[in-house]
């Protein structure tokens, strides 16, 4: 059995990362890895489903017992991505998705040299102002530090092996998936 790959899937917020691996994620092919994050949880989400909701002094803790791939500070609450599921999937031939922020991502890239990096963009910084406004779940504060945040992340885009463009939702999903098909065909080279 092939031993599955880390897909890793980074997005400044409200560029439509959830809603391209929720169709991805309905071929079982597929292991999303939750996250684990100290932010509090939006109005439908749900623990263990959409994140794993954990207290700082929680967090901190693990962080200092090395439980953790990566993690980072992001907006003022940490995010982190546990190691041990991630290990079971693979070897189990899954692909594992991991929907992490640039910084996260970054510290993979040192520790896992056979993971894919895909980034996904908004066509434009008003689409993307616009997504989060439609939202409704956020300030106008939050929002223009989102944006802020956005436009510093896709200063990083190039460190990534792959870059969608979410114009269009279908062409985005085919887009992922046609990455996925040709990292599974790809020739793993031996040292």
Do not use: W
Not at 80 to 87: C, K, N, R, V, W
Not at 144 to 156: D, G, I, N, P, Y
Request: with cysteine; net charge negative.
């Amino acid at each position: 059995m092939q031993r599955g790959k880390l897909i890793v899937v980074s997005a400044p917020s409200g560029c439509g990362k959830g809603t391209i691996l929720k169709e991805i994620l309905k071929d079982p092919k597929f292991y999303y890895s939750v996250s684990a994050t100290t932010r509090k949880p939006r109005e439908g989400e749900q623990d263990g489903v959409h994140y794993r909701f954990l207290e700082r002094a929680d967090f901190e803790e693990r962080i200092r017992a090395d439980a953790f791939l990566e993690y980072a500070e992001y907006c003022g609450n940490y995010y982190g991505t546990l190691s041990a599921p991630i290990e079971e999937q693979r070897n189990a031939g899954r692909h594992v998705i991991l929907e992490i922020e640039v910084q996260g991502a970054m510290q993979i890239r040192k520790l896992c040299p056979d993971a894919v990096f895909v980034f996904i963009a908004p066509p434009s910084p008003e689409v993307l102002r616009e997504r989060l406004t439609g939202r409704g779940t956020e300030s106008p504060d939050v929002i223009e530090a989102r944006v802020a945040q956005a436009e510093k992340e896709l200063s990083c885009k190039e460190a990534y092996d792959y870059c969608i463009i979410n114009d269009v939702l279908a062409d985005a999903i085919a887009d992922l998936r046609a990455i996925v098909r040709s990292e599974e065909l790809k020739i793993e080279k031996m040292d």
